[in-house]
């Protein structure tokens, strides 16, 4: 009797150790600041979208010295051969191949012929100085276009600045210095979807979460959350749940348990060691995934921000401390 209580007991103790180890829910969301979370949404987003801007202000900028290295190769070439014909004309050469066309013209159909020839040389004379016009515009018009692509550039690059800016600002109230993070040798995800103009389509929570939570992911979660268990992470993880802020009612955030049965307490040996190979195989794919933040063990990333410091409260989960938070657009 005594040895079935004892084994009553433990089983009991053992559920209750299960649910606390793999149901405790992990708090992703930075701070529980909505503010702040809003804030680090709209810089993140903001960052991508600079970031289209100027990779197509640069790809116009490559257009455009091509065009006008081509009208200006033109412009050489033409600028030669309408010398010439100034040459030809102020010195009256021109004049006397045709008057010598016409002379020995002894019938006619010779004088038509003549007549034919002195048109062609007028006319191939024009077209010339018609060509050498439109390559001067074109050389112009190209130039114009590098310059506003230049000053494109420069004005997206201030953008980053300021974006920049704004974020660390937003971090400050959470700790926001600059911090070591974590980096390594990291494989290539497959790129999520993007739009013609090189951003992220808009996406809503539009697939069943496939951690189990019975809400709802993203295409773009999902396929982040794909590429990371084809890439070994395959540790428990939960996505969506239920908020009134943030982005795991979304369906645009999951978190990554350090331990491979549940969110414990301070993530170490192994654990701690597979959450720091996450973290840096998001940050590397990061432009791949539409990353919009990463939060691993006090520390934060973001777009064009780096690793900041984090501080959490009180908890592992509060601390990101078991498990990686991923947040993508």
Not at 42 to 56: M, N
Not at 111 to 133: F, M, N, S, T
Not at 287 to 309: E, N, T
Request: aromatic share 8%.
């Amino acid at each position: 009797m005594a040895r079935g209580r004892r084994l009553l007991i433990f089983s009991v103790i053992a559920t209750i150790i299960g649910l606390v180890f793999s149901a405790q829910p992990a708090l992703a969301d930075p701070d529980g600041s909505k503010a702040l979370n809003d804030q680090l949404q709209a810089t993140a987003r903001q960052y991508y979208d600079i970031q289209a801007k100027l990779a197509a202000s640069q790809k116009n900028q490559a257009a455009a010295k091509k065009k006008l290295a081509d009208a200006q190769l033109s412009l050489t070439r033409l600028r030669a051969v309408v010398g010439t014909i100034a040459a030809a004309r102020y010195k009256g050469s021109q004049l006397d191949v045709l008057d010598g066309v016409i002379a020995s013209s002894k019938s006619p159909t010779d004088l038509l012929q003549a007549g034919a020839i002195a048109q062609y040389l007028v006319w191939k004379d024009d077209e010339q100085l018609r060509q050498l016009r439109e390559a001067e515009q074109s050389a112009t018009q190209a130039q114009k276009d590098l310059d506003a692509e230049i000053a494109n550039e420069k004005k997206q690059y201030a953008d980053l600045d300021a974006n920049k800016r704004k974020a660390e600002k937003a971090l400050a109230s959470v700790g926001g210095l600059v911090s070591a993070g974590y980096t390594g040798v990291a494989r290539d995800a497959q790129p999520a979807p993007r739009t013609a103009s090189g951003g992220f389509p808009s996406e809503g929570c539009s697939l069943k979460d496939p951690t189990g939570t019975g809400g709802c992911v993203s295409p773009r979660m999902f396929h982040a959350l794909s590429e990371a268990r084809l890439n070994g992470f395959t540790h428990y993880t939960a996505c969506w749940r239920s908020a009134t802020w943030g982005e795991h009612p979304l369906g645009k955030a999951c978190d990554f348990a350090a331990a491979p049965s549940g969110f414990g307490g301070i993530a170490t040996g192994s654990d701690r060691t597979y959450g720091n190979n996450l973290a840096a195989w998001f940050i590397h794919n990061s432009d791949a995934l539409g990353v919009l933040y990463v939060i691993w063990f006090r520390q934060i990333w973001m777009p064009g921000i780096g690793w900041r410091s984090y501080d959490g409260c009180c908890d592992a989960a509060s601390t990101h401390q078991n498990h990686v938070h991923l947040s993508v657009l």
